[in-house]
């Protein structure tokens, strides 16, 4: 039964390594191109019917300075992940303890090769956006192994121990009876085993005839409650998990605080630009301020602009830029006030069930604010892109307008990040057990 619930996440498991297969392409195509070989064609390398996982003898080290070896050596590592899903993922019923110790073997190589690729100085001259996407990717690649790859497997190899070891234990016990008969001819009783495994159709597994020879003084009751015992711990483990990831949604939401800032400077800047871009417009509102003594960047004077949007159905909106700004400092606001929240928290110890509860609700409230903000500004972005609004972007330096694209995509990712994230998490509650 565990074993059934647990591969309910196979398909999970194949969108994570098709994530991390993205992020390394990534990393390959955009941030280190110094690091790899000028071939165009090196993606003819990779192979996404790869079946047999294959790691070198060589542990990936000092070798950033050998772009050729650098690129054979990512088409391994992504070939192997390829032959994860289609050997074994495709159908986890083939896969067995040795299975998983190969694949672990791979996940180590994979996170040895970059570290390596992030060690070099080269790094450092990465511009600062670009540096802080690649070390994004870095984080999101090794978070996807450690926090939802590793702990399937961890979970299949206990499952899979204790079918052996359920299997085998009576037949054990029949044939050796007692741990004192065993020591008297070790030989003889690990081949009977060797056979009556055979008989069974299991693998032999000399490791875990140890733990049943061990036990062997042990009753079926013993037994069972010693494993009941062991998945209710786990169970509990989980429950601690639930919380732990939804917080970790929370704190990448948080973590956008600079990007907002960023972009609100920008729609400041944009706006006082477009109120008094030309010297009669600046005429205008001087006059107006003078008559009705209101300052045109915080009273009337305003800018309205209209996109496109598709939820279902195409859509014309028209938004306030003197709102749009004030939506995204309050919501940035809330953001610092929540990260100090998160901070004077912890559940290394135990969950609080009523910040448990708000933070559901910032990470439900957050998704649709942050997306709102992000749909917004790029519909701006887009507008003053327009031909009739391309003479405004002359008072607009190149490198404010580059930083303001690059600080909308970082938002972006995050939203999509989290969401599908949110999504896992909601369909692991509904009935989706195990580690994931």
Not at 266 to 271: I, K, N, S, T, Y
Request: proline residues 3%; hydrophobic residues 40%.
């Amino acid at each position: 039964m565990e074993r059934e619930k647990l591969f309910k996440a196979k398909d999970y498991l194949i969108s994570y390594y098709f994530q991390v297969i993205t992020s390394l392409e990534g990393l390959r195509n955009h941030l280190f191109p110094y690091a790899f070989s000028n071939d165009k064609e090196w993606k003819n390398g990779v192979n996404s019917k790869s079946t047999r996982i294959s790691v070198p003898d060589l542990i990936p080290k000092n070798i950033h300075d050998d772009a050729l070896f650098n690129s054979n050596t990512l088409i391994a590592v992504i070939n192997n992940l390829y032959a994860i899903q289609n050997s074994y993922l495709s159908d986890p019923h083939v896969i067995d303890i040795m299975d998983i110790r190969v694949i672990r073997t791979a996940h180590t190589f994979l996170l040895a090769f970059l570290t390596e690729q992030f060690s070099t100085p080269s790094v450092n001259l990465l511009a600062k956006q670009q540096k802080e996407l690649a070390f994004a990717l870095k984080q999101s690649i090794e978070d996807r192994i450690e926090k939802n790859i590793t702990p399937f497997f961890d979970r299949l190899e206990m499952i899979l121990s204790d079918e052996y070891i359920v299997t085998l234990f009576n037949p054990a016990r029949i044939i050796i009876g007692t741990y004192a008969r065993y020591k008297e001819e070790p030989d003889m009783f690990d081949d009977l085993l060797r056979r009556k495994c055979q008989e069974l159709g299991l693998k032999n597994n000399p490791e875990l005839n140890l733990i049943i020879i061990a036990d062997l003084e042990k009753n079926e009751h013993q037994l069972a409650g010693e494993m009941t015992l062991k998945y209710e711990i786990q169970e509990k483990k989980t429950a601690f998990g639930k919380a732990y990831r939804l917080k970790e949604i929370a704190l990448r939401y948080c973590t956008q605080h600079e990007n907002l800032l960023a972009i609100a400077e920008f729609l400041r800047e944009a706006r006082q630009v477009l109120l008094h871009g030309s010297f009669f417009r600046r005429l205008f509102y001087f006059l107006k301020n003078i008559f009705t003594g209101k300052d045109s960047m915080f009273g009337g004077g305003d800018i309205h602009f209209s996109y496109l949007t598709q939820h279902g159905k195409i859509e014309r909106k028209k938004v306030s830029l003197k709102e749009l700004v004030l939506t995204v400092t309050l919501y940035d606001e809330h953001l610092v006030k929540f990260r100090e929240l998160l901070d004077m928290h912890s559940y290394t110890k135990s969950v609080n069930p009523q910040l448990y509860s708000e933070i559901e609700k910032f990470v439900d409230t957050s998704y649709s604010e942050l997306n709102e903000i992000f749909e917004k500004s790029n519909g701006f972005r887009e507008w003053i892109g327009r031909e009739k609004n391309r003479t405004v972007l002359k008072f607009i330096p190149e490198r404010r307008q580059t930083d303001f694209s690059s600080n909308l995509l970082l938002i972006n990712r995050a939203i999509i990040i989290n969401r599908y994230s949110l999504q896992d998490f909601e369909k692991y509650t509904e009935g989706v057990q195990g580690p994931l």
